[in-house]
């Protein structure tokens, strides 16, 4: 579907407080790479602990990214952050008209957000590194994040189609495509338990404004040499 | 208002998710029939219930042949299907505070300390600790919620009208309260929100003690 450009909202001044390995933010970079919107990469380094900024913290006193800016609007939360410009930026919508497929589409971001993520997180991790070892520590995560793809892989695997819930590009790709990400690249997810999963991922792959969205193609990313 | 055909939540009374959509049903006025998932009997485990949410979490919601799972999904549904007492304003920067606050309780709380992962602390430590992580994560969330909030709450979280981020915070102070021990008096703001929930009758309806499957006091 061509967006029309005069149809489409063009941003004041879209600014993204993001961590190159953060999931949550991985998310938004999708959504606003889907809606042909350009913004300024701030990175806020976690494992440096750019979080505990004073300036950030008054972008977002959870101190979690990422965070948007948007002229003199501030969100924070990667969900929030999505719906606001899924009102404000209609081009591409993300949620579906028919409300057993929005339905689905919230579940399966919720199940990310909610279940998988916050307890594979770096910072309940954090936690645990103190007091268990790193093979429990792997165990715990990989737990969480089996757990929410089996439920996932039930959830959509009859409504499927090129994507997560039908033909179009939606709200659980953009939740579940950085989630896949993460479960192969750090928890050693074995996909060949979930294929329609395995399928999307491979379609994500084929995808520019996924493409862009990855981990080692933001500007904080280290340098591969 | 649109008349339901029929709704069936399935719920744990002391499920703070369950209480979530207890509360929109209630300000919705929508009547619906409660059918208990018993958690600490693995009610949750059935695969009749499985069907019905392959996460095995409660709440679900069956609304004529619409089956959905997880409470912020339910609750957006509806939402668009029983527009009564909307619950997300029209004003972009208020929506995105209330989706905000929901998904602070949503993804940064509630999930660290609900039963399955404090029975793994509980069971890998101690009784102790169990109460230390979840008091350290509901402080670190209050402590955040009351700074998101402070500036714009009104009669309630976000202006004068209940609004979803009520809907998510009732639930939450309650447990902090009621479980956790959490000290209110540190949330100036969210302890005079608490005040004013339990004075609306869609919320107190709500409490887990008004449930079905409450036990009797003894």
């Not at chain 1, 993204?16 to 919107?37: M, P, T």
């Not at chain 1, 081009?91 to 971001?109: E, F, M, R, S, Y």
């Not at chain 2, 095995?56 to 549904?77: M, N």
Request: glycine share 4%.
């Amino acid at each position: 579907m061509a967006s029309d450009s005069e149809a489409m909202s063009r941003p004041a001044n879209l600014t993204l407080y993001s961590y190159c390995w953060s999931s949550c933010a991985h998310r938004v970079r999708i959504a606003l790479n889907l809606k042909g919107l350009e913004y300024e990469y701030k990175a806020v380094n976690l494992s440096k602990g750019d979080q505990f900024d004073p300036e950030f913290e008054k972008i977002n006193p959870l101190k979690f990214v990422p965070a948007l800016v948007d002229g003199d609007v501030v969100v924070a939360d990667s969900l929030a952050i999505i719906l606001y410009l899924e009102d404000k930026y209609p081009q591409h919508p993300l949620l579906p008209q028919d409300l057993k497929k929005k339905a689905v589409n919230l579940q399966v971001a919720s199940i990310v957000s909610s279940s998988i993520q916050p307890l594979q997180s770096f910072f309940a991790r954090q936690f645990f590194e103190k007091r268990i070892s790193l093979d429990e520590k792997l165990t715990w995560s990989q737990n969480h994040v089996n757990k929410g793809f089996a439920a996932i892989e039930k959830l959509i695997k009859e409504i499927a189609g090129k994507y997560a819930t039908g033909d179009e590009v939606q709200l659980a790709d953009v939740f579940l495509a950085p989630q896949i990400f993460a479960g192969v690249a750090r928890f050693q997810i074995d996909m060949s338990l979930y294929p329609t999963l395995a399928r999307l991922n491979e379609a994500y792959a084929e995808l520019p404004a996924f493409q862009a969205a990855l981990p080692h193609r933001q500007p904080d990313a280290p340098s591969t040499s | 208002m649109e008349e339901p055909a029929k709704l069936t939540l399935y719920s744990y009374w002391r499920s703070s998710c369950s209480q979530r959509v207890r509360i929109t049903l209630n300000i919705k006025g929508l009547e619906y029939e409660y059918k208990a998932v018993n958690l600490l009997k693995g009610d949750h485990f059935d695969p009749e219930f499985e069907k019905l949410n392959p996460m095995k979490y409660v709440p679900a919601l069956v609304d004529g042949d619409t089956v959905i799972g997880d409470s912020f999904a339910i609750i957006l549904y509806l939402e668009d299907k029983y527009p009564q007492h909307p619950l997300l304003p029209q004003d972009a920067k208020k929506k995105a505070l209330n989706l905000q606050a929901a998904s602070i309780v949503g993804s940064s709380i509630q999930p660290l300390q609900n039963l399955a992962v404090l029975q793994f602390i509980e069971n890998k430590f101690n009784a102790d600790e169990k109460l230390t992580w979840a008091q350290n994560h509901i402080n670190k969330g209050f402590a955040a919620l009351e700074k998101l909030l402070k500036e714009h709450a009104g009669k309630y979280a976000t202006g004068d009208e209940v609004q979803l981020a009520d809907v998510f915070l009732a639930p939450q102070i309650y447990a902090g309260l009621v479980r956790f021990q959490i000290d209110m008096s540190l949330y100036p703001t969210l302890a005079r929100l608490n005040d004013a929930y339990n004075e609306l009758p869609a919320f107190q309806a709500a409490l887990p003690q008004q449930q079905p499957d409450a036990p009797s006091p003894s």
